[in-house]
């Protein structure tokens, strides 16, 4: 096997391959067989002798995302990933006074997600139209103009 470093180059036998820190600020590696794949990904691969699946996330317990010892990492899903990185999302307060205020509203006169946007943000929580209309679509409820 040859193996040569240039910098941020690794030449194994005829291949060259690039590390990098990619989008996130993880580290990627680049070879001419792939864009990139996050090295957090091929250590835990390597550790359990196959390719994840799309629906397996790796977690940096530590969470620094330079740190790829297979200690450091463990297996998530998609949603426990989410909790671990906003652990504010686990309840979303949100969501329930979303549905307290259209739960209240006047039938003929139903309260817009701009609306409802505006009464959140006034109530101290940072949030768009666009995640008040997921939240809305979540719980059950049309757009006001079909709440009429």
């Known amino acids: ?24 600020g993880y580290l990627v590696i680049e070879s001419p067989y792939n864009k990139g794949k996050r090295i957090h990904r091929l250590v835990i691969e390597a550790v359990l002798g196959r390719e994840l699946s799309i629906q397996e996330h790796v977690h940096h317990i530590d969470s620094n ?5 297979p200690d450091n990492l463990e297996i998530v899903g998609n949603s426990e990933h989410i909790k671990l990185h906003n652990p504010k999302l686990t309840d979303q307060p949100e969501k329930k006074i979303i549905q307290e205020i259209i739960l209240q509203e006047d039938k003929k006169h139903p309260i817009g997600d701009c609306i409802l946007t505006r009464m959140l943000n006034n109530k101290g929580y940072s949030i768009i139209r666009r995640t008040v209309a997921k939240y809305r679509s979540q ?4 757009p006001a103009s079909k709440r009429k």
Not at 4 to 23: E, F, P
Not at 65 to 69: A, C, E, Q, S, V
Not at 139 to 142: A, E, F, I, K, R
């Open 139 to 142: 719980l059950g409820y049309p």
């Open 1 to 24: 096997m040859i193996y040569n470093r240039i910098g941020n180059q690794v030449q194994i036998n005829a291949d060259m391959y690039t590390v990098k820190i990619g989008y996130g």
């Open 65 to 69: 995302k330079l740190n790829n010892t």
